[in-house]
């Protein structure tokens, strides 16, 4: 793991490291100041220090070791025009980053608006070698950055919205063998479309192809161009459920561009995301565990089949990368953080590193600023991907605020309010309140966190969950889900549909005995794999992490952290 304090500069964050440890209790207060209108909050910056990483066959290229694998494929990557494709990623400080010279990848800086995906597609202008790079924005908007190497361009030309109905998009590479990488993209109902390139940046993808259903089962779809030589793209895929991992051969035929797949072995579960590299090489990276963070790479043979895997560079280098490029895990954004209170009214903030551990805290507003108040730590309302505070001041009129945005009047009719993502399906994270008689209302966000439209009756009977919470999907199909915990302690998953009206399927019981927990809290996707995640904290302040393995069923509770009974409300 490495991080500095420096980073480019004009992102403000919510969080970065302290030099406290996860837990460890304060040796006094802070001094307190007189109560402000609203808290003061210190947003603090998210640190992070880009790993090195080398192209394994380029390393063999600079030793004149032989680099035997598959056949010459289209480059998708090549940021510096060396010769080999490039890893691109984002990074816990929610900047996009490459293994090429920094100034490649400066062109497609997002200020305020982090690139929840990304999906190189190589040269589409067909003028010059320089790669084309999408980017896919939290509200469902894409882009392409033409030219976006070293010396490019790096022009803007947007795609279009509503891509947000979409779990996973990524370029297998050119289906139809016309020298374009081409672009397929799945539903969250399992759907996969194919959009064939058309050479104009303008206008780069023609109208979708279906190509067919049953996709779902996936949770890692890498395209690896052509793999066997035939000129068309070929793919991997990874089973959610048993970590097997297949090949696909593409066919020529646009309707049906794969053919049946082919096993090539189990054990893949135990990587969080696995990515094509270009040159016939999978990039991998371990989830968790005494590994969490560590690159492998896999060669591969003109059959599909794979070589044995090489680590590549330290234990750990991956930790703070979230989302890499090409393939990978359903991409997650929205809160990666919790929020503890102190009995000074002091708040503090620990973020997720991408391994499954929290980071040391930083503190988050000074003492007092939140003595009394009702606050709850929610997934990001506007497209900076830094969870937001939602508070209400009942000597203000019961008035809601989101950071620093004044909503309204009247909130105090609510005892409880959850901002899980996005439950309408519009790319616009929304809220969830629930009233003191058990009705839950959905409040669906503008995308800005500075309003909400009218509100929508979920239905009643609410009132017997003690704990509601959320912070993305938990069910592996994209679309955010909810939490709830009865005053008996059985945790029950509440399904999102994607529908405002009927936001949430059939319940389905998790497990008892969640009542152990003083406070369970949603903090997103610790590991970086696209699932949520749980935590909780014991009445003696112990911290335990629950992971996300396969859908909507959880890891055994693991011992993360101690110290946490120095707050007294955490979310």
Request: aromatic residues 10%; charged residues 20%; contains cysteine.
């Amino acid at each position: 793991m490495r991080f500095t304090n420096s980073k480019r500069a004009g992102r403000i964050a919510a969080c970065t490291a302290l030099a406290l440890s996860a837990g460890m209790i304060l040796a006094g207060p802070a001094s307190a100041d007189e109560p402000a209108p609203r808290p003061s909050v210190k947003k603090v910056e998210r640190s992070f220090t880009p790993p090195q990483l080398t192209h394994p066959k380029q390393d063999s290229a600079r030793s004149g070791a032989a680099a035997a694998g598959a056949a010459a494929s289209l480059s998708l990557s090549d940021l510096d025009l060396d010769g080999y494709d490039d890893v691109i990623y984002r990074a816990i400080d929610g900047e996009l980053y490459s293994n090429a010279s920094e100034s490649a990848f400066d062109l497609m800086y997002r200020e305020y608006d982090v690139a929840k995906d990304i999906i190189p597609i190589g040269d589409q202008g067909g003028y010059d070698a320089q790669p084309e790079v999408l980017a896919l924005s939290e509200d469902g908007t894409l882009s392409l950055y033409a030219d976006a190497g070293v010396g490019g361009s790096g022009d803007l030309h947007v795609v279009g919205g509503g891509w947000q109905v979409y779990n996973k998009i990524m370029s297998p590479g050119d289906v139809n063998n016309d020298g374009f990488a081409d672009v397929v993209a799945r539903t969250k109902d399992g759907q996969l479309f194919l959009y064939l390139a058309t050479g104009d940046l303008d206008k780069p993808f023609g109208t979708r192809i279906s190509v067919g259903g049953g996709w779902g089962v996936y949770d890692q779809l890498v395209g690896t161009g052509d793999v066997n030589g035939d000129g068309l793209a070929d793919l991997y895929a990874r089973d959610t459920l048993t970590g097997n991992l297949y090949f696909y051969t593409g066919t020529g035929t646009m309707s049906s561009p794969f053919a049946g797949r082919k096993l090539i072995g189990g054990g893949w579960g135990t990587y969080n995301q696995v990515v094509n590299w270009g040159d016939g090489v999978l990039l991998a990276r371990v989830g968790s565990g005494a590994e969490a963070g560590t690159f492998y790479t896999y060669a591969i043979n003109a059959n599909g089949t794979l070589a044995s895997r090489e680590r590549l560079g330290e234990v750990g280098d991956g930790v703070g990368v979230v989302q890499l490029s090409g393939g990978g895990s359903n991409p997650h954004t929205g809160k990666n953080s919790v929020v503890g209170r102190d009995s000074s009214g002091a708040l503090y903030m620990y973020l997720g590193m991408t391994d499954g551990t929290l980071s040391s805290r930083s503190k988050f507003s000074e003492a007092d600023t939140y003595s009394g108040i009702d606050f709850t730590n929610t997934s990001s309302f506007n497209s900076d991907n830094f969870s937001d505070i939602a508070e209400v001041w009942d000597w203000n009129n019961n008035q809601l605020w989101i950071d620093t945005s004044p909503i309204g009047n009247g909130w105090g009719v609510y005892n409880t309010l959850v901002g899980p993502g996005d439950l309408s399906g519009d790319g616009k994270a929304d809220l969830l309140a629930r009233d003191r008689s058990g009705v839950l209302y959905l409040y669906k966000g503008n995308g800005q966190g500075t309003a909400f439209a009218g509100r929508i009756r979920v239905g009643g009977g609410w009132g017997g969950f003690n704990k509601l919470l959320g912070a993305g999907d938990y069910t592996g199909d994209g679309r955010a889900d909810l939490l709830a915990r009865t005053t008996g302690g059985e945790l029950f998953l509440y399904p999102g549909s994607g529908n405002p009206i009927t936001p949430f399927k059939a319940r389905v019981s998790i497990g008892t005995g969640w009542n152990t927990y003083k406070y369970l809290t949603a903090p997103g996707d610790l590991n970086a794999d696209g699932k949520a995640d749980i935590l909780g904290v014991t009445s003696t302040g112990d911290l335990y992490r629950y992971l996300n393995t396969t859908p909507g069923k959880f890891s055994g509770r693991s011992k993360i952290g101690y110290g946490f009974g120095v707050y007294n409300s955490m979310s």
